[in-house]
């Protein structure tokens, strides 16, 4: 059998050849002699502490031993907690995945490490440590997926989280597989779940299952604050919400709101602004509350107009645009929906489009968003191209298929096919004629 070097034997041969005695390597590295006398012997296992400072002392790469410390630590001694924990913290540090990957899958043939490894991984989440974190949350839910426990649910929740990017197909596969855990999790986690998922449908346009999701989280929420409220109970402030109750009640109606509009149901739109512009019934009275009130209430203002618009009531445009045109986060989705709303009822909005030239996506991909969905922009502007080569070409303008053909270049990108269709139909009507 192939004998192993060992990081003991590594640091022996350089004693030897530096021609160091222990006493004064242990001086070198500010390590108590004797204990580095007991460690060199294997009486006491090597710290994080003690690997660290050596590796220092020897002039090499931090991690370089990192992986002989795997074996040290699982098959050397017995493991210990203690020392496992700051090497897998380390590693995530410097990146060492495959350290971390090989501890967690041996560490959970005992499943009493499951607990201390999944509160390791929330911390490494908290971090912002995300893909270090998902190899635990992965090894975590295999050793528990017979068990349908709340960790198991909170683990198939980070792993949803961390997995979500700019792929609207990968999006979707990775919310279908994580949809059936969102009634395991605690209730301080469901809510959250619900609007991430919301979002991820939304830009993907499937609007009813946007409406059952928000339904649902209305449900919730409603129920969460009532029970709050009723029963005076303090909130877990171990497992919080991202926002506050009452904004999720508020949130869910305008996510409602939204599904109607995109299935062009207007009027049942504009039922529900009020909805969420009411705060009557909030009990917070806070400076959070307060702002978090008077959003909605300029979201509900901008949305009643621009129901009304898309409802064709032509007699409502220049409020709208005077009252976008002194908000510059709300003037790209205002352009959006006149020109889309002008190519339904055939007006003729030149004028604004030259007021407001500049937030013209082909001209310029406005970086103000960049708060937002990443997917959702990109879907926005996509159909804003789409839309305004439409306007342009059915007026036979100059420049229209210019802009038909950076529809079709950026729709591509996105990975939008119904988009690049329509700008393919696009070019080929102005070929035509």
């Keep these: 059998m192939e004998q192993t070097v ?20 242990a001086l070198l590295c500010g390590i108590h002699s004797g204990t580095l006398s007991r460690i060199m012997k294997g009486q006491q296992a090597m710290a994080m502490s003690h690997l660290e400072r050596i590796t220092r002392t020897l002039g090499l790469a931090e991690d370089y031993f990192f992986t002989k410390y795997v074996e040290e630590c ?14 897998i913290l380390r590693s995530a540090q410097l990146e060492r995945l495959d350290c971390i990957e090989r501890l967690a899958r041996s560490l959970l043939d005992n499943l009493i490490y499951a607990p201390l490894l999944f509160e390791l991984a929330e911390e490494l989440f ?25 960790r198991l649910a909170l683990c198939q929740y980070r792993l949803f989280v961390v997995a979500l990017g700019d792929d609207p197909q990968r999006n979707l596969i990775v919310a279908t597989l994580f949809e059936n855990y969102v009634t395991r999790l605690d209730e301080a986690y469901q809510l ?39 029963s005076n109970r303090k909130l877990n402030k171990e497992k919080h919400h991202e926002r506050p109750l009452y904004s999720y009640i508020l949130y869910a109606h305008l996510m409602r709101a939204y599904a109607y509009e995109e ?14 512009m009411d705060g009557s019934w909030i009990q917070e009275d806070d400076e959070e509350a ?44 205002a352009l959006f929906r006149i020109v889309q709303t002008a190519n339904r009822y055939h007006w003729d909005v030149d004028h ?29 502007h996509a159909r804003f191209r789409s839309e305004l080569a439409t306007y342009y070409l059915s007026r036979r303008r100059f420049g229209g298929n210019e802009i038909a ?5 950026f729709t591509a990108e996105v990975d939008n096919e119904r988009k690049v269709i329509k700008g393919k139909i696009l070019v080929d009507f102005e070929i035509n004629i």
């Design 192 to 230: 959250d779940a619900l609007k991430h998922l919301a979002h991820i449908y939304g830009a993907l346009h499937k609007w009813d299952k946007v409406d059952e999701l928000a339904v649902e989280l209305l449900r919730l929420a409603s129920v969460q604050y009532k029970l709050h409220y009723q």
């Design 263 to 276: 299935r062009n149901d207007y009027k049942t739109a504009l039922e529900i602004v009020p909805l969420y």
């Design 352 to 380: 604004i489009l030259t007021r407001f030239a500049d937030y013209i996506p082909y001209r310029r991909y406005s970086g103000i968003y960049t708060k937002r969905n990443k997917q959702i922009n990109d879907d926005e």
């Design 290 to 333: 307060h702002r978090t009130l008077t959003q909605f209430q300029e979201w509900g203002t901008a949305n009643t107009y621009l129901y009304r618009l898309m409802d064709g009531q032509m007699e409502v445009l220049n409020d709208y645009v005077e009252y976008v045109s002194t908000r510059e986060n709300e003037i790209f989705t």
């Design 405 to 409: 053909m950076r529809s079709v270049d």
């Design 6 to 25: 060992t990081i003991r034997d590594e640091i022996w041969a350089y004693l030897t050849q530096q021609g160091l005695s222990i006493n004064r390597f």
């Design 126 to 150: 908290q971090q912002e440590l995300q893909q270090s974190a998902a190899i635990i949350y992965e090894n975590v839910a295999i050793s528990e997926k017979y068990q349908h426990s709340e």
């Design 74 to 87: 699982l098959y050397h001694s017995a493991p210990t907690w203690r020392r496992i924990r700051p090497f």
